[in-house]
T-cell receptor, first 115, second 116 residues
């Protein structure tokens, strides 16, 4: 979905390096999420944010941090990358006004490889 | 607590034959249920969602799903598979109402292969 963009789309890095993945959206949604996808495990929530001043940990936040620079921007950082953080990372957004049945809209994903 | 189990990790069908992807869920509260599709090297796209208005939900590309509370199931079906349906499918549950923060719980995924 072109309304949610992620950069970079692919990244190869080495153990111990600091990495930042960026997400931008033009949907005007207030809620943003970061997930990682591993084969056979579906998607797991890393962090989520309801607005610029509201950041919350998800299921698997250890080793990750986030920054909500603006309503439209939500970045994920790996402070010191390790090989088991190799995964496909997705950013998603949703609209509070849709209520309890609101769906999430996903970006195209960032494939990260940590050597 | 809520959870989702997709009963098949892989499903293989021939083009033109029916598709059935099975999903069972567990939720302490009335759930919202979704099916998402992920084509190779693409993001996730919403196929359909159950919001309690009707138990049979129609989605895009000819897919539909039926919510069966007694069986805690939300199976995805399509009468006739097309080659373009080959993708990975995710069943997703979300607690509806209350102070839910929008957390989605994903199933493990089912890879659908369509043979000519």
């Amino acid at each position: 979905d072109a309304d949610v963009t992620q950069t970079p789309r692919n990244r190869i890095t080495k153990t111990g390096k600091r990495i930042m993945l960026e997400c931008s959206q033009t949907k005007g949604h207030d809620r943003m999420y970061w997930y990682r996808q591993d084969p056979g495990l579906g998607l797991r929530l890393i962090y989520y944010s309801f607005d610029v001043k509201d950041i919350n940990k998800g299921e698997i936040s250890d080793g990750y941090s986030v920054s909500r620079q603006a309503q439209a921007k939500f970045s994920l950082s790996l402070e010191s990358a390790i090989p088991n953080q190799t995964a496909l990372y997705f950013c998603a957004t949703s609209d509070l006004r849709q209520g309890a049945y609101n769906e999430q809209f996903f970006g195209p994903g960032t494939r990260l490889t940590v050597l | 607590a809520q959870s989702v189990t997709q009963l098949d990790s892989h499903v293989s069908v021939s083009e033109g034959t029916p598709v059935l992807l099975r999903c069972n869920y567990s939720s302490s509260y009335s759930p919202s249920l979704f099916w998402y599709v992920q084509h190779p090297n693409k993001g996730l796209q919403l196929l359909l969602k159950y919001t309690s208005a009707a138990t049979l939900v129609k989605g895009i590309n000819g897919f539909e799903a039926e919510f069966k509370k007694s069986e805690t199931s939300f199976h995805l079906t399509k009468p006739s598979a097309h080659m373009s349906d080959a993708a990975e499918y995710f069943c997703v549950v979300k607690r509806a109402g209350g102070t839910s923060y929008g957390k989605l719980t994903f199933g493990q995924g089912t890879i659908l292969t369509v043979h000519p």
